[in-house]
């Protein structure tokens, strides 16, 4: 079976500061999504992508940055993270797009002091 | 854009009570329903879905009804254990926006 490993697992920034995460897959999925989630609330699309170099906005794509260089890493950045922010950020990837299982990392935490 | 509401936000259950959680969504566009569970510490994780050509779907212990003309799902758990607990979440895809687009998730605590 494949895996969805994010790096790093915890991130605490300063205000302003910008700040990168990274997702990698095994599985060959085509589908890579970036969404975030907070505490009571569900998961918001901040981007995704249905092949390499392909970057599509989600709801939320307001203050980030994403990147698929490959078709098995896609990398998201926070512009210029907001004082006291917190939020899990979730990766995922898919086969195909929309009518297929997601696959989901294990989140990197972010904390902004 | 597509609206997903989910109820109720949490339930706490004894060991082996049924519960039912809702899910509404507001655009008919919307035509594939999967749900994700997340225990507390592990990842998401698919645990049913159904298309909306259907109206009913059953695996193990958990039953999912899909009604077009209200726009509504109701997924319903049976036998419930204490490994159950957990934040369950509906979701529809969008064919019109492409997206796939969550509820706020139902927090599930199974009492033993």
């Known amino acids: 079976g494949g895996i969805i490993t994010q790096t790093p697992k915890f991130l605490i ?3 302003g500061q910008k700040l990168t995460l990274k997702c990698q897959q095994n599985f060959n999925h085509d589908t890579m999504y970036w ?3 907070d505490s009571g609330k569900g998961l918001r699309l901040i981007y995704y992508s249905i092949t390499e170099n392909d970057l599509q906005k989600g709801d939320l794509s307001e203050g980030y940055d994403a990147s698929r260089e490959k078709k098995s890493s896609f990398s998201l950045t926070v512009t210029s993270a907001q004082k006291n922010e917190m939020a899990v950020f979730l990766c995922a990837s898919s086969t195909g797009r929309g009518q297929n299982t997601l696959y989901f990392g294990a989140g990197t935490r972010l904390s902004v002091l | 854009g597509e609206q997903v509401e989910q109820l109720p936000s949490s339930l706490i259950v004894q060991e082996g009570a ?5 899910c509404s969504y507001t655009d008919s566009a919307s035509v594939y329903f999967p749900w994700y569970k997340q225990e507390p510490g592990k990842r998401l994780q ?6 909306s050509n259907m109206e009913r779907k059953q695996t193990q212990r958990l039953t999912l009804l899909f009604d077009k003309k209200t726009k509504h799902l109701s997924l319903h758990i049976t036998a419930t254990q204490p490994g159950d607990s957990a934040i ?3 979701s529809g895809y969008n064919t019109n926006t492409g997206k796939l687009t969550f509820g706020d998730g139902t927090v599930l605590t199974v009492k033993p």
Do not use: A, K, P, W
Not at chain 2, 18 to 22: F, K, M, T
Not at chain 2, 46 to 51: K, P, V
């Open chain 2, 88 to 90: 369950y979440f509906c």
């Open chain 1, 13 to 15: 920034g300063q205000e």
């Open chain 1, 35 to 37: 969404y975030r989630q």
């Open chain 2, 46 to 51: 698919f645990i049913i879905d159904i298309r």
């Open chain 2, 18 to 22: 049924s519960v039912l959680i809702n």
